[in-house]
């Protein structure tokens, strides 16, 4: 089955710092990547994703890159505010796209 | 559009008490069916998935058994809570096929086993 790794686990940063978060997987035939954020009590929910034609995307102070031969691909926050606070979680479903299993995730604290 | 209930929102149960969590999808057809489950502080974990009707794959032996009478409705059952089935259980909902989808969670329920 996939496996997915993530780091770091926990990540404190100063407002207005970057934060990268980065997974690997292990099955080549994977072709969507999603990253998810969950805030304290709430449901996770989709802040970007990437497929595997592409090798980065960005959205505002978000990006993902892609690295499809070292099979890793990392989450990029710039500028970070109090409210990107949270754990945020990647996922690599494996080709069939039918069981989907998540990172462990990583809790980001932006320090004001 | 597509919506997903998951009820209810919290939960108190005694240990050796049954448990059934329901969660539905609106908006969709033959979508691709999740639980989840959720420990304080801790990733998420994938319990059961089903991809059809009547088709379910488990991930983690124990105590809890799920099964899916329609299509766009999930359920979570057990016949005897024990304390270390506490926790937030999510359910979710992608869209089938080869092309990975993103996957929608329920709000959640935040079961206590006392």
Known sequence: ?112 | SQTIHQWPATLVQPVGSPLSLECTVEGTSNPNLYWYRQAAGRGLQLLFYSVGIGQISSEVPQNLSASRPQDRQFILSSKKLLLSDSGFYLCAWSGGGLSGTEAFFGQGTRLTVV
């Open chain 1, 1 to 112: 089955g996939e496996n997915v790794e993530q780091h770091p686990s926990t990540l404190s940063v100063q407002e207005g710092d970057s934060a990268v978060i980065k997974c690997t997987y292990s099955d080549s035939a994977s072709n969507y990547f999603p990253w998810y954020k969950q805030e304290l009590g709430k449901r996770p929910q989709l802040i970007i994703d990437i497929r595997s034609n592409v090798g980065e995307k960005k959205d505002q102070r978000i990006a993902v890159t892609l690295n499809k031969t070292a099979k890793h691909f990392s989450l990029h926050i710039t500028e970070t505010q109090p409210e990107d606070s949270a754990v945020y979680f990647c996922a690599a479903p494996p080709g069939g796209y039918q069981k989907v299993t998540f990172g462990t995730g990583t809790k980001l604290q932006v320090i004001p």
